[in-house]
């Protein structure tokens, strides 16, 4: 047994059992399909507690030690982990994650996981999508208030809640990728999903007050 991973991941799931009492979100555009695929940036991972149905949502989360404290939070909140990363069981997560889709439930994946570059989209989500017919769902979130704690260790901007904090999660337009795409054309819905959660993200930051008051 590790203690510091049992000790860190015990401190983890404190923050976010005390958090959730104080912490207030709020979804726009929240996807009326049954099945989807989220894709949020790495930062964004605490967002996936606003999704609906948490116990049919599954997250691919790495094998890394850091990624067991993460697995066990992310458990705590009563999601779902499939462990594996590009590095490490990259092709048995995607296969698990596939299987997860085709059992019709959820999945979700750090798009820029699981070292970067930050906020650049990885090519698997696309092919996950090409090959299950199930749509991509763009995911993040935002607040202007100034409660959050920067990790500014983390490669990926992590920002975590702390304390009465208002967020807003925005969810984007389903993308479709056609069972038969290219390659061609797995990299223009790879480069379109990254413009896509960028215009959604501006649009939230600049936005944020408006949304706020519908």
Not at 27 to 55: G, M, R, T
Request: aromatic residues 12%; charged residues 30%; proline residues 4%.
């Amino acid at each position: 047994m590790d203690f510091k991973v049992d000790f860190l991941s015990f401190l983890v799931k404190a923050f976010f059992k005390i958090e959730e009492q104080f912490a207030w979100f709020k979804n726009i555009n929240y996807p009326s399909q049954k099945q989807v695929i989220f894709a949020l940036w790495h930062a964004h991972q605490c967002a996936l507690y606003c999704c609906e149905d948490k116990d049919k949502l599954n997250v691919l989360i790495s094998k890394s030690r850091d990624g067991e404290i993460i697995t066990r939070a992310t458990k705590f909140m009563g999601i779902n982990v499939v462990r594996g990363s590009q590095n490490r069981g990259g092709a048995r997560a995607s296969i698990e994650l596939i299987q997860k889709l085709e059992q019709g439930e959820n999945i979700a994946i750090t798009i820029d996981g699981p070292k970067g570059p930050r906020r650049k989209v990885k090519e698997g989500i696309i092919v996950i999508a090409k090959q299950t017919q199930v749509p991509i769902v763009p995911l993040v979130w935002y607040s202007p208030e100034k409660n959050f704690l920067n990790i500014k260790s983390s490669w990926d901007g992590l920002r975590v809640p702390i304390g009465f904090i208002k967020i807003l999660v925005s969810f984007g337009e389903p993308m479709y990728v056609p069972s038969d795409a290219t390659k061609e054309q797995i990299e223009e819905y790879r480069l379109k999903l990254e413009e896509d959660m960028q215009k959604l993200y501006d649009d939230l930051k600049q936005n944020f007050d408006e949304y706020l008051k519908k």
